[in-house]
């Protein structure tokens, strides 16, 4: 509220941020809006339309194809599992990485973000030479479904860990003190106080997880085989028809991955906006 003094009107506040669209404002937003354009809009709408160029009857026939129809439910079944798992065990991680203090908290640090930097065929060869028919671990998991989950397992660990860990060490702590000192258990306390505050972090974690897996490729090719049926995956489907010079297909699929990506990111953000409103 705005208090007078000494019988002087009361002022208020200056604004921080000014809705009114200034030079510099309409150039940034004009950049931003062309480089947005060319990078993501102009390429997806160029996907769609050559995905419907052939009529409904020709991309129907082509998702529908039941080599391409079993890849596009192996990729998005192993993607919704995978990211799941990150959920719960990112959120673990970059809770014991901000709460916890124990030797060789450095080197765990860096090994996790080891999937960002490690080519994608390098990570596919250390999964073939761990994983493998000559396993020295005793787990032959090429060639088989299993080798799908564990490719997307390793390349999508990062996203969630680096999305929850920034938001929980600015987390307050004095609040979950103060609900602990009211009679609340620890299970309260993540519930009410900690969850609603790292919803949002999850769930964009959770989202580039999901994006990772299902459009992966790299650390596919010499661990699962690209068996039709058993370990082939979307991203060989669209390969194999754009090798077949069949674009239209190769369109179709891209653009039920597009739908399917767009719904989950979509089913996140209503979750997360739930959790948070709950909390």
């Known amino acids: 509220m705005t208090v007078a003094l000494e019988g002087r009107p009361a002022r208020s506040r200056p604004s921080l941020v000014n809705h009114d669209l200034t030079t510099a404002s309409g150039i940034g937003l004009g950049v931003s809006m062309l480089w947005f354009s060319l990078l993501v809009l102009i390429p997806l709408t160029a996907v769609m ?35 799941l798992a990150n959920i719960v065990t990112g959120t673990a991680i970059a809770w014991v990485l901000v709460r916890d203090r124990f030797p060789g908290k ?15 065929i390098v990570a596919g060869l250390v999964l073939v030479s761990l994983y493998g028919n ?18 997307f397992l390793f390349v999508t660990l990062p996203f ?20 602990a000192s009211l009679g609340a258990s ?8 900690v969850l609603p505050s790292l919803a949002p972090a999850i769930a964009a974690g ?38 077949n010079d069949n674009r239209a297909a190769a369109t179709s699929i891209a653009a039920v991955l597009l739908v399917i990506s767009l719904l989950v990111i979509v089913a996140l953000d209503v979750l997360q906006r739930r959790v948070a409103r709950r909390g």
């Open 106 to 120: 450095g080197l765990l640090e860096l090994v996790i973000d080891i999937p960002f930097a490690l080519p994608t």
């Open 160 to 179: 969630v860990v680096r999305m929850v860990q920034p938001v929980l060490e600015e987390l307050d702590l004095e609040v979950e003190e103060a609900a």
């Open 206 to 243: 959770a989202a580039l997880s999901f994006a990772r897996a299902v459009g992966e490729y790299g650390s596919l090719v010499l661990l699962s085989g690209n068996l039709p049926f058993e370990s082939e995956v979307t991203s060989v489907r669209i390969l194999s028809a754009i090798e």
């Open 186 to 193: 620890r299970a309260t306390i993540f519930r009410r106080v």
């Open 49 to 83: 339309v050559t995905a419907s160029s052939g009529g409904w009857g020709e991309f129907w026939r082509s998702i529908t194809n039941e080599q391409t129809a079993a890849a596009i439910r192996l990729t998005v079944t192993a993607a919704a599992a995978v990211t």
């Open 134 to 151: 000559d396993s020295p671990l005793g787990l032959h998991l090429a060639n088989t479904e299993w080798s799908i989950y564990l490719a």
